[in-house]
Every structure is written in structure tokens, then in C-alpha cells.
């Protein structure tokens, strides 16, 4: 008696593991069934050459999980403990109760976000917006950190949970930097480390978003929030947006709702909300029992004039929650980020950043306390400011060159892109982004970009156009290549 | 003309940034009014003895954003904008409003859920469940790796978004892991990488839970359970277990539910699934369109019999949800642990992964990759279940010795934690686990350790005892020291 198994020798599984999922297999399927004789452990090696102890390890895995048992003297059967069960539906059956089942048609609603991921093939030039300069990364102090934190309590601060809001000398480190560059004075309990800034917009759409939520994005805005609130059930309500940033009188006066703005570089056009409208909104969420969402992504980056102090900074009324991030200045593999957050609210955000991972990784943030402590990271900002400023010169010129004097560049001021509105002449933006990409640009609409607005808003005129981690040089090879496409759209 | 600032000469905060924090802070707070003149920056600087440069810094920063303005051979002044807006609200109205708050009503629901944290002071012998011993972390070979994945596209991967599933080696490393010790073969494409086992439930609770739900849980249980499911809406349904698990037969057939069970060692009981109530639960979950949450959360590590096969490798009809963690093994300071999806699940669960945290952080993920790619995470295993048999071995000697014979065990074939039941004339297991505590020793009731069961289930005689992290001589003397205690408690 035997088992014909075709064992694979050179493989990865073991022997008996693969005798063992033989076996066990076959009982599931129904092959074997109970009171079906095996053979003995001797009988199964010899048939199969191999060790008897590979056979014994085999079957006592199966003895162990109640597949197989030995009655001394008579050999080694199916159980008996499996007679009573129902016979596993049909894969077909299967098929069919799936279709109809009410828990699969629910998680039907859940689509990923658009962002930019290394799954997707990209341009040898690629405009994607937000993304720093891989080439700028402060390798050579990254390294040291991490040597000197690893040679220190390592061993302790990775078997354990750390605080559930965070690191507290990166917490320290962060409220330091937020009173000297955004004019924030906030002390390190108002501050809960999150897994980048969209774990922290997850954070407010947990305490605060349900079926009759409504909450007020920019329009146009950025398209990963409106989708994140979504799925925790809120009404999206788009606000318009203006040279001086959100328009804040059209905000409603039936109160307890949400907002969500980026008052220092809009996304997507690069308005600053004005000092008269910054005070107006506070004014109306304390008015109408609402909270503001202050999105400060990239604000840290700005070339031309100091950072404006961010809108949490002159709210006096705890109406404002605060997110930051770490993905634009030093990058997105980091997955650090944080919330601040006005006193009344750092317990129960405290208690949903703990149910939701029970804090973050112990190492990556260490990292970056020491980094922000040891002055490194300010000065890193300066780096990349200096090396952004000179390639958004470049940009610009370009552009006017290549694309001619009507295109209209707005948010040029700071952050890590701008945005083009292309004169009628040149044709869609979307027709030129689909050449520039054969041409090996990545050139993005606002739509491609995940920017969310209403129809026809941008009239098909608009680049959202993130040029940090592009060189001089290759801003100007991309923007010529852009130039020769540009005769074709016009044309056709 | 002057204004009398304190300057703090050898803080962190610079000059100018102090001027302007203290200009603009008696703007917002109604002191200097709109039209208030300021004096000019030379006269400012020579009356705090600064630089006349630090002076217009801070002057183009209060320009910038608003605060001031100056007037062409007039001087500077607080701007007339500011002169239309409401006056910011008292701090007391301010108090009044916040307590009327309905969003701040709504927040006040969530409570942080019971774990070890290292805010927390722990007595010197602590018997918490569930955590590692830092002593047997791996650091030479973790600190190699890390220096290679350093030294190799460690730029582009901390700059750039990684794949929001997770690192595809890890997954690769965690699929072949699966199948040779978990008896459980999937593909890489069905695991989604996550922020300890925590967020996987919550991806989960997000799938699947709303107001409408139930959900049902071991009792006695893991609480956080509950706790997150409920912050979704989910009412908890209790189902008891006994010896052999949960009681499948308990489940009612009123379907569209979910259950979550710890199958290979219950929480906290110890006690293993029957294969024939596995079967049952997976044909229940079918019959009744219900889905089974199966946490493996420290079934690796197992001493006197081959790992059983996980539950999910039995289940041929996509009904079995199953997460996986490496807090046990390596530690929680690392921050991962994963899930693994039936394939209809998928790419719904990676849309509420992306929506969250938008993936993990690069360079964990790729240290564990090839930390188990490479063989170590078998050999720590190794390693581990080694120590661990030998210091269970210990505690149930100790506790045989210095707590009676009459103390009854459970759990004990593997994990990082026993169930203790004590004889009546012990007295109330809280009483001895507050002597307990006074004499240096962490003992835990259920209760205490997050156990969420119904009232007086163990009547106050039950006590849940983690001990890896503790060593065999550690061990005989912490139960020395209860013994101790014993003879006080009894008698009282």
C-alpha cells in the first residue's frame, strides 16, 4: 500500500510538509474518506524513499489536528471525528453564495485613493506633484542616527509598546520646530505622531464623521480627503476657492459641520488664504460649533518670503485641528506625520490613534527626534528650499520659453508644484499630457492628479506640475520635449 | 518710541521670532488696536539692544501676514483690516460653547484601550501577558540588515510611497512562512501588510462593521476586540467557550455576522479548537453568509507538539479572515503584522488600507523581509520556543511548589501566557495580585489584562500570567515573593 505523491525534492517546502498537505488535502476534498486506510509510516517511506522519521513527522502533524488516527494493531485511517460533517459546498455553490452575500456587497463601496505608487510604471520625467528629490535625502546622517539608536536600548524600545500618541521627544522636537517656522506654540501633549498625515485625517474622520456629517472641502481640493470622509459616511460639500483661498462666506451658518482647507499653498492652485478670511473662518467655527481641518503639507517649503504663521496659530477658540507631515521635506517612506490638536480633543484622538495601531514603529521615529534635535533638519529645509527655488526658477522660464507668455502659473510662491492654466490656443491639457507622456513627461491634469472639483471647472486648461524632484537640467529637456509635442495639439 | 520685550537672549527661539510672537499675540488678543502705531525698526533695535536686521525680519514677517503695515513717511501701524472683524470670544464663552459642542459630545465616546505601555511604572517581576523578552531580541543580525538596506536605494525608498499592500518580499517571506508552519498556502497578492494586528482589525471593523452589526466574541475574550469593533458601531455578542474552544453550537443562525476567534490558543484560556468544531464554525459562516476573524496572535510559538495548522487552511469557502502579528516574536515595537484576505476580499481591504496610512514604512518592512528570507526568523523561532518551554516548565514547578497543588493550569502548551485558576482557600485572586504588587510582582486578574468576559466568570479566582519576558531564576523568585504573600491573603 502506498500514496502516489509527486514530491518535490529541490523545492522550498520540506518533505513532510508536502506529505503532510498531500494527506490533508485529499481528506478535505473528500478523496480520502473517514475509515479510509493510509499507509504505515515504514510502508510510505520505502515508497517513496525517503527517511522513516520524514513519515512519522508527516503523520503526527495529521494525528495532532484530528485528520488521521492509529488503533493499534489494525494501522492508520481517516477519522472518524469527520463522519458527522457537512460535505464543503461546491466551489460552484460557493461562487453563487458569494454573489448574493449582504457583507461582500457592503465592502463593495471601498476603492483605493489615487496616489503615486512604484507599481506604476512612470515617464523618465515625471511632473507627479509633492514628491521631494530622492537625491537630496540626508542619507549620510540618516545612517549615523540610525547606527547610534540601534547601539542604544534598541533591543528594548522593539520588543515593547511605545506611547500611543508618540515618541515624546519627537513630540518635543515637532512643537519646537512649529513655534520657530509656523508660528505655532503648542506644547508636545497637543501632538499625536501618525502614520503620515492621511493617518490623521483618518483620526478626524473617526471622532467626527457619520451618515449626517457634512463636511466642506475646497473646490477645487484635494480629492484623497473628500474620499477618506466618504468612507466614513460624511457628505462631501465643495466650497469654491478664489485668489485669496477658500471662500469662507459661502460656508453655511447651520453649524456643526467640518472644513477642510489649506490656508498656506492651496492645493491645488497655490492661494493663500488672506489674514481677514483666516480670522472670519475661526469666527465662523465658533459661531456655528465647527471645526477647520488645516492641511499644512507643504508649507514648510517657500521661497520668497518667511512662512506664514499657520491658521492654528491665531485660533483662539480650540477650533482648529492641525496636520503635518513629514512626506514633502524629508519623504513619503517615512510614514511619519502628526496632528495637533486643541486640548479638548487630544484624549478622545489619543484613544482612536490607540485602537486604531497602538502607536507607531519605535525606530523611524527615534531617527527623526534626534534629526529635528540636532538642528539637522532645519537645516535640510534650507537645502531643499535653496535647490527647489532655483529649479522653480528654472521651471518658470522654461515654460514661458517653451509653452509661450500666455500660460498662467499660479502658487509659485512655496511648495513642491505649481499650477499652469494653458491659453485656448495650445488645445486640452489632457490631449497634451497623453503626447507629453509618450514623450517620456509626466505631465498630470488636476483630475489625474486626484484633484477633485466640479465638472469643467479647469476647462480642460490645467497641469498640476510638481517639478522638486526634477533637475535643472532635466526640467529644461522636459519642458523642450513638451514644446515639440505642443505643435501637434495645437494643430490637431 | 519703544516696546518693552523680554528678549530671552539664550533660548531656543530666535530674536526676531520672539518680536514677532510678541507683537502679534497683543494684536490678536485686542491689546495694540487697528491703527496702533509701532515704532520704526531703528528705534526698536536700539532699545532692545539687537541687531536693526533682526528688527525688519520680524517686521516683513507681520507684514507678510497681515498683522501691520507701513506707511510711506507716516510709520508703521497695526492694519486697518483687522478693523471689521468680530472680536475673538472670552475664554469663559469660549467654555460655555465648547461645553454645548454636539461634535464635542460625539468624540467624548472613544476610551484608549487597555495595554502595556511604558508610561505605566511596572513592578520588577512583571507577569503582563503577552510580551516578548527583549534580552532574546536579535540585534547583531537585525543591525546588519539594517546597515544593508541602508546602503541600498535606502533614498528613493524613504522618499517615495511604497506598495500600500506592503513590501511584495515581506509578503513573499509571510506566504512561505504561512505554509510551513501554519499549514496555510496562499499567494503574496492575498496578504496586506499592517500596523501590528491592531489595524488589520480595523481594516475589518471598516469592511464590515456599522451600526447594524453584530459581532460576536470569544467569552471570556481579548477586549481590544470588542473595543475597536464597538468604536465602529458593532454590538457585542458574547459566545461562550469551553474546553475545546469556542462553542461553535452557540452561534445563531440568523446570518450576515461576523465572529472572531483565537483558535490555536484562546485568549485567555489556552484552550485549542476541536478540528470538528473548526469545520463546523467554517460550515456555520457559509450557511449563514458570516465571516470568521481567526487571530494567530501567538501560535508560532508552541512547545510540546508541531504548530496546529491554522484554521484558515481548512476553509475552502472564503470565510475565514486571518491575522497574523510579529509583536510576539519580535516585538510590538515594530509595528507589523498582516492579514490575510480570501480573494474576494482583496482589493476592498487594500482600499481601506490605503485610505488609512496609504502602506507601512520601508525600512522595517524591508529588515523583516530579509530577516526571514534568510532563515533567522526560523531560527529565532527556534531560539524562543526554547527559552520560553524552559521558563513555562519553571512557572509551573514554582507555581506547584509555592501556590499548592490545587492550582489548576491552562494554556500551557504554548504561547507567552498561562491561564491560573486558584482553589478557593487562596482567597480573591485581586487581593493576592495587589499584595502581589507591593511585594515587586505584576500579577494580572483577567480583568486587569483586558479580558472582556461576563460577570463573575472566574470568580475572582483567575489569574493570566505572561512569562517569557521573564528568566528562569527571575521566575522562582518572583513566585517565591507571592508565596509569601499567599499566607496573608489566605488568612485575611
Redesign the interface.
Known sequence: MSLLIDLQRDG???LQ?QI??FI?DRI??GSYRNGFQLPSTRELAQSLKIARNTAM?AY??LT????IETRRGAGTFV?E??TD??V??E?RQ?AV??R?????R????????V?????TKRPRFDFWYG?????L?P?SV??RL??EN?SHA???????????AGNFALRQAIA?HL??VR?L?VRPDQIIVT??A??GL?IVG???V?ADTTFHIEDPGYGAVA??ME?YGAEIAPVPVDGDGLCVECLPES??T?VYTTPSHQFPTGAVL???RR??L??WA?RT???IIEDDYDSEIVFD??P??ALA??D???RVIYLGSFSKV???????GYLVLPA??V??????K???????????QAILADFMREGHFQAHLRRVRTAYRARRDVLLRALAVGLGPEVEVSGQEGGLHVLCRLPPHLGPASALAAKAWEAGVGLYTPEQAGVRTHAAHFGDRALVMGYA?LQEDEIERAISRVAACLDGTAAG
Open positions: 522550498d517546502v520540506t510538509e503532510y498537505r490533508r478535505l476534498d513527522l503526527d502533524w495532532t489536528e484530528g485528520y477519522c471525528t469527520l460533517m457537512e464543503p459546498a466551489p460557493a453564495r458569494r448574493n452575500s449582504a457583507l461582500l457592503k465592502v463593495a463601496r471601498y476603492e483605493t485613493p496616489l503615486i505608487s512604484r507599481t514628491k521631494p528629490d530622492a537625491r535625502f542619507g540618516w545612517r540610525t547606527l540601534l534598541a533591543a528594548v524600545n522593539f520588543s515593547d509598546y511605545g506611547d500611543q519646537e513655534g520657530r508660528g506654540f502614520a503620515g492621511q493617518e483618518n473617526r471622532l467626527f457619520s474620499s477618506v468612507s453649524g456643526q467640518l488672506s489674514l481677514a480670522q472670519a475661526i469666527d465658533e460649533d465647527a471645526f518670503r518667511p506664514l504663521a496659530s491665531i483662539r477658540c480650540e524629508i519623504g513619503a517612506g517615512i510614514r511619519l479638548s480633543l484624549s478622545a484622538a489619543i484613544a482612536v490607540s485602537l486604531g495601531s497602538y502607536g507607531n514603529p519605535w525606530l523611524d524632484a
